[in-house]
């Protein structure tokens, strides 16, 4: 590091970490990425080897996540796994009636 690092002049902030593994996020950092407490965050690293942290949504936040979701067919699902199915069984029926 180039130098000690003064609160709110960059994007980074050392904090100390716990023989534990602990560490506390600075506030300014859970603001922005909306982390709040108490909660749960994510790490996950990136093919670059970046580390990205991010909050993980709770159970009651999720609550109904799919019926407030637009859909974006009309057709309901059993209609499309038939129709998967259908398609399904006539290219391996012509895949095996082409094979004799």
């Given amino acids: 590091m180039s130098g000690p690092e003064r609160p709110g002049t960059s994007d ?8 534990h593994g602990q560490a506390t996020i600075p506030k300014r950092f859970r603001e ?10 994510v790490f996950r690293e990136t093919e670059d080897g970046t ?4 909050s993980v949504r709770t159970p ?7 019926a407030h979701s637009e859909a974006t067919t009309d057709t309901l699902a ?4 038939h129709e998967k199915r ?9 895949r ?3 094979e004799e």
């Fill in 60 to 66: 009651s936040e999720m609550r109904g996540f799919a």
């Fill in 32 to 41: 922005k990425s909306g982390i709040d407490t108490p909660g749960k965050v």
């Fill in 12 to 19: 980074r902030e050392v904090v100390a970490v716990t023989k």
């Fill in 96 to 98: 095996f009636s082409t």
């Fill in 86 to 94: 259908d398609q399904d069984r006539e290219e391996r029926d012509a």
């Fill in 78 to 81: 059993t209609e499309i796994l």
């Fill in 51 to 54: 580390v990205i942290v991010e």
